[in-house]
């Protein structure tokens, strides 16, 4: 069993920065691809990044390209998503995501673990 608490949301300006953390339980952290999606009111949720277990290989959505990078600690069992250059169109519940098949992590199927998620506010 593994448990994910999100934290670092908030209310942020057009082109600010927050960086959201994922902590996870366990001491099966590494054996997880971890990853990111975000859902905004209204819509489906999306994929957003990804990082694989031993954090060599790292999946980005077009959408954030270029302004967001994943990143995970083992030995913190945490993973995190530095966020900048946000826009308002990046306002969402973004949700931390655990599974041990990297298909699943980057497609957001059959996802073995999710966190609460946390909301990030970006104001205009």
């Known amino acids: 069993q593994v448990q994910l608490v999100e934290s670092g949301g908030g209310l942020v300006q057009a082109g600010g920065s927050l960086r959201l953390s994922c902590a996870a339980s366990?001491?099966?952290?590494?054996?997880?691809?971890m990853g990111w999606f975000r859902q905004a009111t209204g819509k489906e949720r999306e994929f957003v990044a990804a990082?694989?277990?031993?954090?060599?290989?790292?999946n980005t959505s077009d959408s954030v390209k270029g302004r967001f990078t994943i990143s995970r600690d083992n030995a913190e069992n945490t993973v995190y998503l530095q966020m900048n250059s946000l826009k308002p169109e990046d306002t969402a519940v973004y949700y931390c995501a655990a599974d041990q098949n990297w298909f699943a992590i980057v497609t957001g199927t059959r996802v073995d673990y999710w966190g609460k998620g946390v909301l990030v506010t970006v104001s205009s």
């Open positions: 990082v694989s277990r031993g954090g060599m290989t790292t």
């Open positions: 366990g001491r099966t952290f590494a054996t997880y691809a």
